[in-house]
């Protein structure tokens, strides 16, 4: 009465070929959707790593070899995000947290902060950020 009817999965039979196909789409699957998630903050994450290179007391703090991790984490709400890029250099590691707004292909960078534990280094602290105010409210509310 309330069996599972079996008579369609006894007859279900995928050739050899189709399980090639199953296998490589259920592991290329992930790769692909990490790779998505992963190129959708690149151009952000070129951008803060360029200002924290210029940014003299930065470099004094992290060493040479400025590098950023792999991982970026944080969100993208319409045209606003706030990340964090992981970065290491010789002398220590790091955070850089990222506020910036898109406009057209381009991504404008409101602030940049380097972070370690409690301690915060400004980068950018953009002096007309008031123009960008309400767009960044916008994405607070919405998160």
Known sequence: MFGVNFYYYKNFNLSRRGWVIVILLSCLMPIAIFSFIMGLFSDLKKASLQQLM??????????????AGFFVTGNQIGSC?????????TKASADIIVSAVKRGDTWIIIEEY??????????IDREDKVYFASEMRNCQNQS
């Open 54 to 67: 210029q940014d003299s007391r930065a470099q004094e703090y992290l060493g040479e070899n400025i590098e």
């Open 114 to 123: 380097l972070t370690v534990g409690n301690d915060r280094l400004t980068i």
């Open 81 to 89: 995000a706030i990340i964090s890029v992981p970065v290491r250099g």
